[in-house]
Each structure stands twice: as structure tokens, then as C-alpha cells.
């Protein structure tokens, strides 16, 4: 920041306005400052309290560029708290065909060596799990099939029928316990926008939400991970604000940052993979001693190369924070 010229700088002033002036121009590079490295002051955890921990992703598209500065950001967390979950919310890959449209590629055997990558580079990060994105059913013959069986996290999708050996069924949910016998229900829903996809049905995502309306009294916290767009998120987060605590969303390549509050429910998206810029999400949720969720936040990291950001939930000194809205229209 220090750097940084102002217009009226350049221009002598004198006296009272001259004061006026600094005083101004020094507040602002001060508070830009403060919000730029992220210094924010946020409620800490009392003793008797509980923090779960969720990172997450989207629509990584085969790019995780800097896996090095994402590993280092995870482990920060990790260090740090006791329940770190990581969830990727679809479209990690490009389906084949789209790769032929563009002629980014014209051959499997670049797919599936961009998807072993990709799926090595995900074990390594820790994942917990990922729900399918339209890019990942969009299957190519058993090449999606066999390299989505090398991952070391399972796969989630509780609208999604299978009835072709081309692709395996994913899980509904998952059920994460933290510590302290907290539950953390994780639900996975998956959109359309998929081809040459033989042998997969979706059913309505609302009436999967009901269906699976158990989770809600049998967790503390019930996420869901999905890869439906944000308009779709908003629409479950109306109708079942009373069952859902958090939406980790992906498909529409939205930046929420910070994540939206609608009708109760967190809504989370961070951004999209594919260029420059790395999106890690990260939502803190806050127990109290009766496991109740009493407090819910979100924020999206966004860094570049080896630039390092600070976050408002983890108490490391950083000199730079990249913030800029990104494009939020785009579907993919
Ligand atoms: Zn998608």
C-alpha cells in the first residue's frame, strides 16, 4: 500500500486544508490497509465452546494450479483446529466432450492423464469427500469410472440413479463425527447440464431434501453439498430453512464472499479454478457446551501463486490479501 500515489498528493496545499487532507488520505490507506491484510476481529470459541472447520471448493475444472499454497492454507487450519473438513462441491474435471468442442484436447488419454492428476492432487489436499458436478457425469466409457475409484474421499449425489456399469452409484450422505460426539450430516445433490451420460437419472432435489429430512435430528449441523447453482441453493434455503444449517454450493461459479444468510441457512460458494486465482472457502461453525450450533461464518480465501492471505479464523501473520468480486453470472 505504501506505494501508492493519490492525485491530490500531487498538488501543493497549505494550511488547515493541507491537515485536512493528510488526515483524510491517512485514514483511508489506513482502513484499506486493515480490511486488504484482513484484520478483522472476530468472536473466538469460550472454553466450553466447539469449532467445526469446513474448507471448500468448486468447479476446479482440472485446476489446482498451486496445490502447494492450497496444501499450505489447509494445514494452517488443520495446525490450528481440531475438526477441519474439506469438501469439494463438483466439476473438478471437464467432461471429454466439452474438451473436444473447444479442442483443448482431441484424445482420452490426455482426459484421463489430466484426471489421475487431478484425483492424486485431491488425496494429497485431504479431501473429505465431493459431490459429482454434470462435468463428472458426463462420464467418458470407464475411464471416469475407474479414475473416480483411485480417489481416497467418497462420492456423494443422493438424486442420482445409476443403472449402466459405466458409472458407480454415488453415496446420499455421509455422517462426520467430531469431537466431542458432535455429528456433522453431510447430504450431496447433484444438477443436470450433463451428456452423454447413458444410465443416469436425477430426481428433484426438493423432494430428495424432505426425503433425507431424518438428517436434520439425527446431526448437530447438516450441510448441504451441492451442484445445483446458487438460484437453486436459494430456493432449498427458502423452503427448508428450518431442516438445513449451511449450503457448500458450486455449478454457477459464485463468488459469495462473504457467504449469503438466507432464511437461516449459510449459503456458500467460492468462486470458481480455472484461472489465475485459487478460491478456498472456509466456513467456522460454533458449538455451544449442549452441542448447540449457535454460530455460523463464512469468508472465501483468495490467493495467487505464493501470495499468502490472512484469515479473520486463523491467527497468522500475512502480508497480503487478494479481494476482488469475480463474475458470478456463468454456468457451467
Ligand atoms: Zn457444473
Known sequence: MGNQTYPDNQRPCRGRNNWYRWSYVTAVILLCSMACSGIV???EPE?????????????????IKHAGTMQDKISRFRDQYADVFLFDAGDFTIRPTRWAQRNIVSNADA???RMQIMVRNMNELGYHAAVLGNHELGY?????????????FPFLGANVM???????EPKAYLVFKADGG????????????FDNAEGIRLANVSDTVYNHRKLHDESHAFVLLTHIGVQKDRMLADEYGDLIDVIIGGHSHTLLNPPEMRNGV??????????????LGVIRL???????????????????HETHTTSRFLHVEAPEIQLQQDHAGDKE
Request: net charge negative; proline share 0%.
Open 162 to 168: 445409476v443403472s449402466t456399469d459405466y458409472f458407480d
Open 182 to 193: 458432535m455429528r456433522l450430516a453431510v447430504l450431496g445433490l447433484c444438477g443436470g447440464g
Open 140 to 152: 467418458y466409457k470407464t475411464v471416469t469410472r475407474d479414475l473416480l475409484r483411485q480417489a481416497d
Open 41 to 43: 476481529i472476530a468472536h
Open 266 to 279: 449459510l449459503i456458500a460458494q467460492a468462486g470458481h479454478g480455472y484461472n489465475e486465482r485459487e478460491y
Open 111 to 113: 482426459y484421463e492423464k
Open 286 to 304: 460454533i458449538f455451544d457446551d449442549e452441542k448447540n450450533l449457535i454460530e455460523k461464518q463464512g469468508e472465501v480465501l483468495i490467493f495467487k
Open 47 to 63: 472454553d466450553d465452546q466447539r469449532a467445526i472447520i469446513l474448507l471448500h471448493t468448486n468447479d476446479l475444472h482440472f485446476n
